[in-house]
């Protein structure tokens, strides 16, 4: 992660993501707004052409039906991005320990480890997941932990539930460490 995406990151809460990811995690976005757009810029051409055909009731709700799933999807997308943060006070050492254990019982492949972050990927085990991308930012005296689907594959478009249990996990470890810490 580059310093000023981990800056960025810590200061709005959400993970940063760079313009091809952002592709790859709105995707479905995406699709929705240009079937929503597609009979409007129709009529838009038509009029301008001088060539006015009327809206058609099933085109209405064409254009209605995908323009509010794509700002439902957008909002679910959008708050995935968002960390949970851990408060601690264990040393770096003993965090990337914990962060190592629970990432070989989950099954992680580390991709990158920095001065100021870690960041993994989960292959998928079934059809239905592209896989699991983990990244964990290190503040002092916090852990930034967020788990969205992985974005070199495509956009993780329905829950199965991996990344919820990869932060759960990982924040039980951290305060577990805590806890026997004082």
Known sequence: ???EQYNKSIQTKELQLTFVEK???????LICVAIALIFPI???REY???????FLSGEIVVTLVFGILGLLVYKVQKNRLRFTI???TLKRDILEKI?????EELEWVSIQLTHNSFYAVKHPEFLISWGEQITVLFAE?????????DLT???????TGRNRRNIEYLIEAIQKANESNL
């Open 1 to 3: 992660m580059l310093e």
């Open 23 to 29: 592709i790859t995690h709105y995707y479905l976005v």
């Open 42 to 44: 129709i009529h838009l």
């Open 48 to 54: 301008f052409n001088d060539d006015e055909t009327p």
């Open 86 to 88: 851990v408060q601690t």
């Open 99 to 103: 962060i190592g254990d629970v990432g």
């Open 141 to 149: 005296k916090y852990v930034f932990i967020n788990s969205v689907g």
């Open 153 to 159: 594959r495509g956009p993780s478009i329905f829950p």
